[in-house]
């Protein structure tokens, strides 16, 4: 390996205080190793060499949770090349053998040090910072969210219908696609992605009996779902029923988020009617 000085920089740092703390303490644990390499390893105790690898391994039992918890936060399009990455420093550090390393100190600590310095050059100055980008980006989009004005629920979507498990059902205040619906998920989140497992077949099986109501007062000849993120502020599926005498029938619905609200009769008529079948 080529001579590398675990020295910390001003511009390795992410922006993040946490993620910056961690990556410090890596080069520190660097910088130990190499101070013995100087020496030789002359005089070396036991202790000092138990404490690198304690600390090798408590580095990458809590920065690699730290990273992981905020990849999944931000639904990171390379969480599973990341925790590959991590999986494989974790069983190199796990599977260190310390009296090996007693036996022949400067052989195994120089093993050490150049994976420490692989971690540093082809992970931490290259893909952490590419994370740790994306989740300051993700936080100012949050905090933006976040103080944003909120519209009232009703004005964006239609009037309030029903309540399930994890949505409410509204009747869209376009009824162009007689009966149609849109369900939005209770609480504060905008991403499919982000639902636990239990999260999205409760969030399914809401939008089922919604659609199954739209069944039985219309007999559609079809039912067309769009999941949204990018209108409005909350997780939606519109679920809007087709007719082929419409005319529109196989045609990709448009939601319009500006849209108005139908024929005052025709819509109160509609609503009647779905609210007793919800």
């Known amino acids: 390996m080529f001579d590398f000085k675990f020295d910390w920089a001003k511009s390795m740092e992410t922006g993040i205080e946490d993620v910056d703390t961690q990556h410090k303490q890596l080069f520190k644990i660097g910088r130990d190793i190499e101070q013995l390499l100087r020496i030789q390893c002359i005089g070396v105790t036991d202790k000092q060499l138990l404490d690198i690898v304690c600390e090798l391994r408590d580095f990458t039992g809590y920065h690699f949770y730290v990273e992981e918890r905020m990849m999944e936060e931000m639904c990171y399009a390379r969480i599973t090349e990341h ?32 994976e420490v310095q692989e971690w540093i050059m082809n ?34 979507y239609g009037r309030f219908l029903k309540e399930y498990d994890v949505v409410k059902i509204y009747l869209y ?10 369900a939005v998920f209770k609480e ?3 991403e499919l992605c982000r639902l636990s497992a ?74 009647e009617k779905l609210k007793n079948a919800l």
Request: with cysteine.
């Open 83 to 114: 925790k590959k990455f991590h999986k494989r420093c974790s069983d190199f550090i796990m599977n260190l053998d310390l009296p090996k390393i007693k036996e022949e100190p400067v052989k195994q600590l120089q093993k050490i040090r150049d």
């Open 188 to 190: 504060a989140t905008k």
């Open 198 to 271: 239990l999260e999205r077949n409760l969030y399914f099986a809401d939008v089922a009996k919604a659609a199954n109501a739209i069944k039985k007062c219309y007999k559609p000849d079809a039912i067309c779902y769009m999941d949204l993120e990018d209108i409005g502020d909350e997780l939606v599926s519109h679920i809007i029923p087709k007719y082929k005498e419409d005319g529109n029938y196989g045609v990709q619905p448009v939601i319009d988020p500006d849209a108005e609200y139908s024929n005052a009769a025709r819509y109160d008529a509609i609503y």
């Open 123 to 156: 992970h931490v100055l290259s893909e952490d910072c590419n994370m740790t980008t994306a989740y300051k980006k993700y936080q100012k989009e949050e905090e933006e969210r976040a103080n944003k004005v909120e519209i009232p629920v009703e004005e964006k």
């Open 173 to 182: 205040k376009n009824q162009d696609h007689k009966g149609h619906l849109v």
